[in-house]
């Protein structure tokens, strides 16, 4: 079974960074499509941005871009989310996710880690 396990999240002040990690087991590394989601309360889950198998196209949402930068080491079957300049609106709890074809529908995707928090004050 895949199984994906999010780390990195925590509490940090407007204009702060964040680094979140995701690390992949059971799959070949660079089978999936892997993307960074989120969800904040009272909210519907998003996607914020992700990386196809090769790690040479990225999409990300508007309010994301200059901003976050998604990454992979098929090598290492891990995920990153590099976030800068963060703002309250980014608080949420962000999932990995994978799924044999990249997508912007959070639907497509077939497997999900935990989550991990991220608060911004």
């Known amino acids: 079974d895949v199984q994906l396990v999010e780390s990195g999240g925590g509490s940090v002040q407007a204009g702060g960074s964040l680094r979140l990690s995701c690390v992949a087991s059971?799959?070949?590394?660079?089978?999936?499509?892997m993307g960074w989601l989120r969800q904040a309360p009272g909210k519907e889950r998003e996607e914020v941005a992700f990386?196809?198998?090769?790690?040479?196209?990225?999409y990300y949402v508007d309010s994301v871009k200059g901003r976050f930068t998604i990454s992979r080491d098929n090598a290492k079957n891990t995920l990153y989310l590099q976030m800068s300049s963060l703002k309250p609106e980014d608080t949420a709890m962000y999932f990995c996710?994978?799924?044999?074809?990249?997508?912007?529908?959070?639907?497509?995707?077939?497997?999900w880690g935990q989550g991990t928090q991220v608060t911004v004050s």
């Open positions: 996710a994978a799924g044999l074809a990249c997508s912007i529908r959070t639907s497509d995707y077939e497997y």
């Open positions: 059971g799959y070949t590394s660079d089978s999936y499509c």
């Open positions: 990386i196809n198998h090769g790690g040479d196209n990225t």
